[in-house]
């Protein structure tokens, strides 16, 4: 096996068993890892290397002093972590482009994740070069949480000795597998096929479709609506009908206001079984909107208007574009007292 800071290939030894029973990720490396870059600066090498106990340096001080700041490698540690979650997120947007929010965080959450990181530290050997106190070097030396922990401080000391690009250089071809696995696991916890039923590919490039939008029947100068992406003809773009109630309310509570609703006879309009709801939007005495519906939500709503009007919130225009099932919550949920 090659020495840890040798730039060759080195063979897998066995991982660590994690005692909080969370498993790493282990893909096969069948001609071994990719090759660990060295460090050049001899003084940030050694400063990824130094835990804390070594020095035995108070944990509870604000800020070093400039002439003296600590020689161990936690604030490597804490750069490392960003730097490499900045590596896993872009590498993802390279291999997964159409990859929604919620997955992609999930999948690099189990990347990036404390066990899977200690694995790859130990398949380094980097906890053999720890530096730290001997009273505590077995406990330590075998904590999943130290072991990943000096993974990111390496990264963050290589980013501070080399930059970016050398360090998405060593971790692409190094998490590439581990993101396959992932992309799997977390499809199979959506309640899908491991693999998907389309090959992994870009994404078709959407400003062309942007350019040449349609545009017709769109108000105000709207941005066009990409054609690749909305069936044809596109949906209305129109005001919306629901909702104000909720903003209504939300202004008001921003300035710290009550409002009364206040009902009143309809004047013989509606029915028995189908009554119209008449109703005033009273804040501190003044009434700021009026509206009338088959409920009593609905008319709040109508008043609602109103009183956004007289706040002065402009409602934003917005693309309705529902399916059946929506539209029927909709008209459930406006329906409801």
């Known amino acids: 096996m090659a020495s840890p800071g040798s730039n060759v290939a080195i ?71 960003t730097v490499l979650s900045l590596v896993v997120t872009g590498l993802l947007r390279d291999v997964y482009p159409c990859l929604r929010v919620g997955p992609s965080t999930k999948i690099r959450a189990l990347v990036v994740g404390n066990p899977t990181l200690a694995w ?8 053999e070069r720890l530096r730290m106190h001997p009273a505590q070097a077995i406990t330590l030396q075998a904590s999943a949480n130290i072991q ?34 992932a992309y799997r696991t977390v499809r ?5 096929s491991p693999e998907p039923p389309y090959p992994l590919g870009p994404c078709p490039n959407l400003e062309a479709a942007v350019t040449k939008g349609i545009t017709k029947g769109i108000p105000n100068g709207a941005t066009a609506y990409p054609a690749q992406t909305w069936s ?9 009908s629901i909702g104000h109630l ?33 109703v005033r939007a009273m804040v501190d005495g003044e009434c700021l909107g009026r509206g009338r519906g088959s409920t009593k939500k609905a008319a709040r709503n109508e008043a609602a208007k109103e009183g956004l009007v007289k ?13 059946a099932s929506t539209i029927v919550g909709i008209w459930v949920a406006n329906e409801l007292p």
């Open 232 to 240: 044809i003809p596109p949906p209305p773009r129109m005001p919306a």
């Open 148 to 181: 990943a922990d000096l993974f990111e401080s390496f990264v963050g000391g290589l980013y501070l000795d080399q930059g970016l690009e050398a360090v998405k250089s060593w971790l692409h071809p190094l998490l590439r597998p581990f993101l396959a696995i």
């Open 120 to 127: 790859i530290s130990v398949q380094y050997r980097l906890p």
């Open 246 to 278: 909720s903003l209504f309310n939300q202004h008001l509570q921003q300035r710290c206001k009550s409002i009364e609703w206040v009902y009143s006879d309809s004047a013989g309009e509606g029915t028995r079984t189908t009554p119209i709801w008449v």
């Open 188 to 192: 199979i916890q959506h309640g899908l």
């Open 11 to 81: 063979d897998l030894p066995k991982g660590p068993t994690l005692p909080n029973g969370r498993v790493p990720l282990q893909p096969e490396f069948p001609n071994g890892l990719p090759p660990l870059p060295e460090i050049r600066s001899e003084a940030l090498r050694l400063q990824v290397f130094t835990h804390r106990s070594f020095y035995a340096r108070p944990t509870h001080v604000f800020e070093d002093m400039p002439d003296d700041p600590s020689p161990d490698n936690e604030s490597l540690e804490h750069l490392g972590d």
């Open 311 to 323: 706040l002065g919130i402009a409602v934003p225009w917005v693309s309705l574009s529902l399916s």
